[in-house]
């Protein structure tokens, strides 16, 4: 008969060692590989209102980036942090095999993410006051309208990024690959639709990025409905349904919503403190000349890039942690973490080398100007540098999520981005 120290003695096999390493590392690079996908299918939908837009003039340019800044910091921002309990207890109630719990989880992030939205916008609304207090009023006008459209990229946008790290915490990646590769496309046609075909202007790329933002959710839900990825689990683990029904009275949602937002308002915090600290980088460069300040932009827009190959990794190792310590295999996650430890410092090898081999290039192409290029190709050593140190503080950022201790990260972002730096 089998007991309960059963795998841990035969994980101690020498034979296997290389076996499980060559799992989890597959693990990693298959989960992995997905995320980065999403990362920069998702990261690339912005971009369409700044191309299509900066052709109509500098105030609609300013206004855009300006609107797009503020939607990322009030609202899409804090539902990625607030997303982040669900990456944690869903990965969890996974590896218990409780299907009913996961899916609470997703019911009450969403709920979460719906009673955030309406301060969110009400704050977008009346924008237009505090907005003249810090651009020019052309400007101000332009964000405001900007932000009340956006509103209607509220829903769509909340469904998606809360049932993507559902699917995500299942171990299922395909359908927002799937969706996003739908949308991205889509996204571009509908902004030379209304921006150009129909004359639109400047409204037409908050209309066409919230429609886009419609069809993600809308995309996401349609899986989550028709397909139904829990009941097809459960339905291979008879043990699983008889113990959720017993358990079903157990389950109030009321009992559930400490332990959610105890991982959820970290988690926010820590998002907050990594977005608000380019941010400030930006508008600090800006008081002090439009060269210094178009050079921040051109490092802030490549380091972004390249971080999204390490924000990867540590989602991948929140729920690949998360998923172990549910089935209570302790030292199985603590091989992933050093597995996922090992790939965080290769990844940001890779990156250093990129970013100092390519400086030159990537400055020609993103300005004509002289003196920027100079000051890209000056500073982007160090901006390399410190890919080692990202990748290795996203890599523990992801440890402790999976290990639920949001909480501690929290306070180290809060700590080390404005105190430290």
Known sequence: MARE?????????????????????????????SLVLVSYLQFSLPFAGLLFVGRLGIDELGAVSLGASIANITAYGIYQGLCSGLDTLGALAYGLRRWDLATLYLKL??????????????????????????????????????????????????????????????????????????????????????????????????????????????????????????????????????????????????????????????????????????ELLTVGAGKLDATRLAAQSVLNGTVAVALQLTFAIASATTLRVATLMGQTRPRRARLHMRVALMTAVAVGLLNLSVLLTGRYWISRQLSTSVEVQTLVVRTMPLCAIMQIVYATAEWANGVMKGLQMQQTAGLLSLVCHYTVS
């Not at 120290?5 to 590989?33: C, F, Q």
């Not at 309208?145 to 769509?156: E, H, N, T």
């Open 109 to 278: 992030t969403l709920m979460l993410l719906t009673l955030v939205s309406l301060p969110v916008g009400l704050g977008w609304w009346h924008s237009q006051a505090i907005l003249r207090t810090l651009v020019s009023p052309n400007i101000a006008a332009l964000t405001s309208q900007y932000l009340r459209v956006s509103l209607l990229s509220l829903p769509g946008h909340a469904v998606f990024e809360a049932g993507k790290r559902f699917l995500q915490s299942q171990g299922v990646f395909h359908p927002p690959i799937v969706v996003l590769c739908c949308a991205v496309p889509v996204n571009l046609a509908l902004h030379w639709w209304f921006v150009y075909r129909l004359q639109w202007g400047f409204i037409g790329a908050p209309v066409s990025a919230a429609l886009s933002d419609t069809m993600l959710g809308a995309g996401l839900l349609a899986h989550a409905t028709y397909l139904r990825p829990i009941s097809r689990c459960s339905d291979d683990d008879d043990d699983s349904a008889s113990s959720s029904s017993s358990s079903n009275s157990m389950l109030r949602a009321g009992a559930h919503w400490p332990r959610l937002l105890r991982l959820a308002l970290p988690g926010s915090i820590t998002v907050l403190a990594e977005y608000l600290t380019f």
């Open 5 to 33: 120290t059963t795998p841990l003695l035969e994980d101690d096999g020498p034979p296997a060692a290389g076996n499980r390493v060559a799992e989890e590392a597959l693990t990693l690079v298959r989960s992995s590989t």
